[in-house]
C-alpha cells in the first residue's frame, strides 16, 4: 500500500510531490510496456513461438516467406481471425531456423496497447541492439501487428523507406489504403478453401483443371467429401476452428472473437466517430438477408438512421473485410450504384447470428455466392428484368457468369433460363453453381451450360486463383 503525502501549505513541496507521483506511474507505464514487448519476442531468450501448438501451415505462409526475404515492405491484410497473427509467428520460428539473429527480429502488438511502433522502436534500439537500426549492416526483421491501432505509423515507418537492410513484416484487420506510400507488396489472407479444410482432416485432393472430362472424373472421385461442405461453411474458414465439432464452441468462439473484436475494436478504432452498437446492427441486418439487393433507405429506417450513416458504416464493414458490395454491371468495368448486393466475407459472420437459417437451401446459396464472390474478387453481378446472374468472373480474359441455384437438380427451364442469359452477355460458357447434381448441356451455337455442385467448384477454384 503506498501512502501519498500531501502539503497543503506548501506549495513547493506540493510540486515536488505531484512530479514524484508522475514519475512514478510514468516509470511503472514503462515498465509495463517493457516487460510485455519482452513477453512477446521470447525468440529473444531462445525460444520458439509455435512450440508444441499445432497448426496448418498453408502453401500461402511459404508465399509470404518468400516475399519477406525479397521485398522490405510486406504488408498482410485480411479478415479477423485468419490466422495473420499466427503466421507471423510461423516468419518468425523460421527465419530463427535460418540463421537469422534472433535480436535481429522484434514483435510488436498494437491491438494489445502497449505503445505505438515509434515507442517499440525507440525501446529496441536502446535496450536489445543498444545502437541505432538504421545504417546497420545486418538485416532487421521489424513484426507489427495490427497496425492500424497506431494511427501515425506510416509516418514512422517511412523514416526507414532508404533503409535498405531493415523489412517490415506490417498485419492490418482493415485494408492498408494509407500504405500506398511505401511501395509495399500487399498479401491478403482470405478464409481458408475447401480443399485446405479438406487437407486438414487427412484427405488428399488433386487440382481440378477447368476441364469437362476432369471435372466428371473428380466428382465421381471426390462424391464422399460433399458431406463436409456445410461444416466447413459453418466454421467459416477460420483455421482456429478446423478441427471443432461442436456447434456450441464454434459458433461462441466467432462471437467473440470475430465479431466483437470487430465491431467493439477494430472499427471504433477507424478515423471519425464510429458506434459499436450501430456496426453490430448493421452486420445483423446484412447478415439476415445476405446477399441480396439492398435499398439504403429501408436500412435507414431499420436502425432510425440517415442514409448517410448507413453508408458511413457500411464502407466500415467492408473496411475491415465483414461485407463485400457487388454493383450491378452496365458496362465493361462499370456498375450501377442503385441496389448493390451486399454479401458477407464469409459465412462464418451469419452462423452465430442466424444457425437455424443454415437449413435454409436458399440462404447457404447466397453465403456460398459470397464466399465465391470473396475467392474469385468479383465485383459485379448482373440483372435485367427477371434475369439475374450472381457472379461475373473474369477468367484470363473471358467474361463467366455464374448462377447460384442451390438446389439438388437443375430443370430443363433453369438451364434455358441461363442459355438466354449468357446470350445477351455474349460468353461461351455459363455456370450454374447447385447443390449436388454435374450436369453439362451444349448448345448448337457453341455455347455451354455447366451445372457444377458448389463443394466441387470450391475444389476447382482452389487451383485457378
Known amino acids: 500500500m503506498i501512502k501519498i503525502i500531501t502539503f497543503k501549505s506548501n506549495k513547493k513541496k506540493n510540486l515536488i510531490t505531484y512530479k514524484y507521483i508522475k514519475l512514478l506511474l510514468y516509470m511503472g507505464e514503462r515498465m509495463s510496456h517493457v516487460l510485455r514487448i519482452r513477453y512477446f519476442n521470447q525468440h529473444w531468450d531462445g525460444r520458439r513461438h509455435l512450440e508444441g501448438r499445432r497448426i496448418y501451415i498453408r502453401r500461402i505462409f511459404y508465399r509470404v516467406l518468400d516475399s519477406v526475404l525479397k521485398s522490405r515492405f510486406v504488408i498482410l491484410t485480411g479478415p479477423v481471425g485468419m490466422g495473420k497473427t499466427t503466421l507471423i509467428h510461423w516468419l518468425i520460428d523460421k527465419l530463427v531456423e535460418k540463421g537469422v539473429n534472433p535480436k535481429n527480429i522484434l514483435y510488436v502488438s498494437m491491438e494489445d496497447d502497449v505503445c505505438d511502433v515509434e515507442e517499440a522502436l525507440r525501446y529496441y534500439e536502446t535496450e536489445i541492439r543498444m545502437r541505432k537500426i538504421d545504417g546497420d549492416t545486418e538485416n532487421i526483421y521489424i513484426f507489427i501487428d495490427e497496425v492500424s491501432f497506431d494511427p501515425d505509423w506510416v509516418n514512422t515507418v517511412k523514416r526507414y523507406i532508404d533503409e535498405e537492410n531493415i523489412r517490415f513484416i506490417i498485419s492490418s484487420s482493415i485494408y492498408p489504403y494509407e500504405a500506398s506510400e511505401l511501395n509495399a507488396t500487399i498479401i491478403q489472407i482470405k478464409p481458408l478453401t475447401f480443399k485446405e479444410y479438406l487437407e486438414f482432416h487427412g484427405y488428399k485432393v488433386d487440382e481440378i483443371p477447368f476441364e469437362k472430362l476432369e471435372i466428371r472424373r473428380k466428382y465421381i472421385e471426390y462424391l464422399d467429401y460433399s458431406v463436409y461442405f456445410k461444416a466447413y461453411l459453418r466454421t467459416g474458414g477460420y483455421p482456429g476452428l478446423l478441427d471443432i465439432r461442436d456447434e456450441r464452441y ?22 471519425g466517430k464510429r458506434e459499436s452498437v450501430i456496426a453490430e446492427k448493421l452486420l445483423r441486418i446484412i447478415a439476415f438477408d445476405a446477399g441480396k439487393p439492398i435499398n439504403y433507405n429501408n436500412i435507414a429506417q431499420l436502425m432510425s438512421k440517415d442514409i448517410r450513416t448507413v453508408s458511413n458504416y457500411l464502407e466500415a464493414l467492408q473496411t475491415a473485410y465483414v461485407v463485400r458490395v457487388l454493383k450491378n454491371r452496365i458496362g465493361v468495368d462499370k456498375g450501377s450504384r442503385k441496389l448493390p448486393k ?48 450472381g457472379l461475373i468472373w473474369d477468367k484470363d480474359g473471358e467474361t463467366i457468369p455464374l448462377i447460384i441455384r442451390y438446389v439438388k437438380r437443375l430443370t430443363r427451364r433453369e438451364i434455358k433460363k441461363a442459355y438466354t442469359v449468357l446470350r445477351k452477355l455474349d460468353g461461351k460458357i455459363g455456370l450454374i453453381i447447385v447443390k449436388d447434381s454435374l450436369e453439362f448441356t451444349d448448345f448448337n451455337d457453341g455455347r455451354e451450360i455447366w451445372g457444377i455442385p458448389a463443394w466441387l467448384f470450391t475444389l476447382m477454384i482452389d487451383s485457378m486463383v
Open 250 to 271: 464454434i459458433m461462441g468462439w466467432i462471437k467473440n472473437n470475430v465479431i466483437d473484436r470487430i465491431t467493439y475494436k477494430i472499427i471504433p478504432n477507424l478515423k
Open 342 to 389: 451486399i454479401h458477407l466475407y464469409t459465412p462464418g459472420y451469419a452462423y452465430p447470428l442466424y444457425p437455424e437459417k443454415f437449413e435454409d437451401d436458399e440462404y447457404i446459396g447466397r453465403l456460398v455466392e459470397g464466399l465465391l464472390a470473396t475467392f474469385l474478387d468479383a465485383k459485379y453481378y448482373w440483372k435485367r428484368g427477371g434475369k439475374e446472374v
